[in-house]
């Protein structure tokens, strides 16, 4: 057999080795890219439990919640109801931006974004300082996302005849 010939053969081989490991290197990426992800946003979510946890009176941001009928309504108490709806506004714009610009959404990642913003029209459908807030700071967040939260909350405030 030719040397030429089996150099041939090998770097045929090697090449297609090459791209089998290029493509399974590829899918784990994506693969794990996603679920990186999605331990991120689930740890801010515990976070915001723990300050739930921390202070149960937060929980009078939700215009319907008990609590909110027996929190004292003194300047401390309603900047830390603000600092807790803005960090809603900036975790929602961390997943918006994830399954808007981060990746190519697959079937999977439709359903996961269809879950969060279910989410996200519960929160502001039960949170009218979340409502007024954004509105007052629309101009501090990527447009697309801030697009994103108007249409949310047209359709929240159409929703309650606002």
């Known amino acids: 057999m030719d040397i030429n010939l089996i150099t041939f053969i090998i770097s045929i081989v090697s090449l297609l080795i090459s791209g089998v490991v290029a493509i399974f290197t ?6 794990s890219i996603r679920n990186e992800a999605r331990m991120e946003h689930n740890k801010l979510m515990l976070e915001i439990d723990q300050m ?8 009078s941001i939700y215009d319907d ?4 009928k027996h929190v004292e309504t003194t300047p401390l ?16 714009d961390i997943i918006f931006d994830f399954y808007h610009k981060q990746i190519v959404m697959n079937v999977n990642d439709r359903k996961d974004w269809e879950s969060w913003r279910a989410f996200i029209m519960h929160f502001f459908a039960s ?3 979340a409502r007024n807030l954004f509105k007052e700071s629309t101009e501090w967040y990527d447009e697309k996302y801030a697009t994103f939260l108007a249409d949310v909350i047209q359709e929240v405030e159409t929703k309650k005849g606002a």
Not at 52 to 59: E, N
Not at 65 to 68: N, R
Not at 82 to 89: Q, S
């Open 26 to 31: 590829y899918r784990y990426n994506r693969i």
């Open 52 to 59: 739930y946890i921390d202070d149960p009176d937060l929980w």
């Open 65 to 68: 919640h008990p609590i909110g």
């Open 77 to 92: 108490k309603r900047g830390k109801k603000e600092a807790l709806v803005y960090y809603y506004l900036n975790y929602f």
């Open 127 to 129: 949170c009218s300082l």
